[in-house]
């Protein structure tokens, strides 16, 4: 194979106390980019998880990584990292020790090891911290040694599974995006398992939604956001305004199946709007402050929900208020449920 996938998964099954875990998963890493594992609790991803990096084993398929056959092969000689969601460091070895813990194991030569600690600590931002205790550091630092620690040994594929979610928000939010940094400067190939939807869309080249042991979808974050292929998903992300094709207005209205339209395309009706949007009125139930601005839930005629996205600056409309508001067709997208 002259240019193997980082990691590829064919027809992965995992069977546990006669429930079925894992269902036919497909999946193919390119070299050099993230896959975000996206769901629910109980969907599977961290099964999946666990099965790549061989501790859990597969009950049919098979896991090939650099053109590799794996599956049968102990998680030891997979030459994978793994980043857990609360560190598992050493809390009686230095930060320099926990990071070098790989490197020793492997047999490395002291001056080697010294130079790849060194190397990582200065990327990961913890150069004056070599001498201190885990116990000693915040909830961000220690989870950037356990990266450092993971990357130590240069391995083919990084496992990160929730890394970043036991942190508060503003450790959360910079630390992702440090990791997304340092793993474009690595060129490292990496499998992030996450629930939350804003850390998959930002770290991934690629994000795979599961339910109930499958993948319902594996694109682009854009392609993801712009073009969610069931109805599943895009109820999943939440970004959509559904509509019932059925009641809809000349030329949309069809027999079955549902319009989507992305929470940011409904506008109140204006000069802004093209010609040929779908015009509606809905009144409004709710106003919903927020960092970014105002959540508007609407009720439109037939009791189907939407919602109305604000800035910040405009004035709300009150509850009880009714409000003429277009869609461009152009923002639509049919599912046929």
């Keep these: 194979m002259a240019n ?14 006669g429930r079925s875990i894992l269902q036919g998963i497909d999946l193919d890493l390119q070299r050099g980019q993230v896959l975000a594992l996206l769901g629910g609790s109980g969907c599977g991803k961290t099964t999946l998880l666990r099965a790549i990096a061989g501790l859990q084993p597969l009950g049919g398929g098979r896991i090939e990584l650099d053109g590799r056959d794996v599956t049968q092969q102990p998680a030891k000689l997979r030459g994978i990292g793994v980043v857990f969601q609360h560190y598992a460091l050493f809390p009686n070895l230095s930060v320099r020790d926990n990071v070098g813990f790989g ?11 010294q130079a790849r600690i ?13 001498a201190t205790r885990p116990g000693q550091l915040s909830g961000g630092q220690r989870q950037r040694v356990a990266l450092a620690r993971a990357l130590a040994p240069r391995p083919g594929l990084l496992l990160l599974d929730e890394p970043f ?4 928000e503003s450790f959360r939010v910079p630390l992702r995006r440090s990791f997304r940094q340092l793993q474009r400067e690595l060129g490292q190939s990496s499998v992030l398992v996450t629930h939350d939807r804003d850390e998959a869309f930002e770290l991934a080249d690629q994000v795979a939604v599961m339910f109930e042991g ?15 292929q069931t109805l599943r998903v895009a109820d999943f ?4 305004n559904r509509l019932d094709a059925r009641t809809a207005p000349e030329p949309w209205r069809r027999d079955t199946g549902c319009w989507l339209a992305p929470l940011a395309a409904l506008q109140p009706d204006g000069p802004v709007a093209p010609p040929e949007a779908w015009r509606l009125a ?6 919903h402050p927020g960092l970014l601005g105002w959540t508007v839930a609407l009720q439109a005629p037939g009791g189907q929900a939407l919602t109305l996205g604000l800035p910040p600056g405009d004035t709300p409309p009150e509850p009880g208020a009714t409000l003429a508001l277009a869609l461009p067709a152009t923002a639509l997208q049919w599912l046929a449920r």
């Excluded at 060194?118 to 070599?130: F, K, R, T, Y």
């Excluded at 979610?165 to 508060?168: E, F, H, K, P």
């Excluded at 809905?282 to 106003?287: D, F």
Aim: glycine fraction near 6%.
């Design 4 to 17: 193997p996938s980082a990691l590829l998964v064919r027809q992965a099954h995992v069977v546990l106390g």
């Design 103 to 113: 490197l020793q194991a492997r047999g490395e030569t002291p001056a080697a090891q």
């Design 118 to 130: 060194d190397e990582l600590l200065a990327l990961v931002g913890l150069a004056e911290h070599a």
């Design 165 to 168: 979610s036991a942190l508060d």
């Design 214 to 228: 499958r993948i319902e979808q594996c694109s682009a974050p854009a392609a993801l956001w712009q073009r969610p």
């Design 237 to 240: 992300l939440g970004a959509f």
């Design 282 to 287: 809905a009144e409004v139930v709710a106003v």
